[in-house]
């Protein structure tokens, strides 16, 4: 995997750390490449 930097909004964040906590997710990183994935399917992969 590469390394990327994002800046998000506070309250990204807390939403972020709230389905980390409720155990949706096992961190953060997960749950913005889970996010980025569904992402890429909708807007990209399914349009071709």
Known sequence: ???VTVLLP???LTGLDELV???MY???SAA???AV???LKK????KR
């Open 10 to 12: 506070e309250a990204y």
């Open 43 to 46: 807007e990209l992969w399914a």
């Open 32 to 34: 913005i490449r889970a």
């Open 21 to 23: 906590r409720s155990g």
């Open 26 to 28: 096992p961190s953060r």
């Open 1 to 3: 995997m590469k390394l």
């Open 37 to 39: 994935r569904d992402m």
